[in-house]
């Protein structure tokens, strides 16, 4: 079992910067991926960013040029800066990690982020 804490989400203005901060601790691979999902209510859930343990990266359209994510190996904790928000960032946004082996993924409790206009 792998158990994921999220912290940093919150209320700010349009424009306005966050940090979301995700620490990963119990059956952990040293071959993963983490990173972060969001979701608004009546809407799937969907891709914002992750960060292999090999640094790769993959973002969303939507927040490349704004976003950025970033891992602590030795922390075993994934970051995402979230610079120049929006009114349409506003979501629950979930910590994802996926362990290469045993093969699972993992979800944390989620955290929400509000961008008022």
């Known amino acids: 079992q792998v158990q994921l804490v999220e912290s940093g989400g919150g209320l700010v203005q349009a424009g306005g910067s966050l940090r979301l901060s995700c620490a990963a601790s119990?059956?952990?691979?040293?071959?993963?991926?983490m990173g972060w999902y969001r979701q608004v209510p009546g809407k799937q859930r969907e891709l914002v960013a992750v960060?292999?343990?090999?640094?790769?990266?993959n973002y969303a359209d939507s927040v490349k040029g704004r976003f950025t994510i970033s891992r602590d190996n030795a922390k075993n904790t994934v970051y995402l800066q979230m610079n120049s928000l929006k009114p349409e960032d506003t979501a629950v946004y979930y910590c994802?990690?996926?362990?290469?082996?045993?093969?699972?993924?993992?979800w944390g409790q989620g955290t929400q982020v509000t961008v008022s206009s």
């Open positions: 119990g059956s952990i691979s040293s071959i993963n991926t």
């Open positions: 960060i292999g343990s090999g640094g790769s990266t």
């Open positions: 994802y990690y996926s362990r290469a082996w045993p093969k699972r993924d993992y």
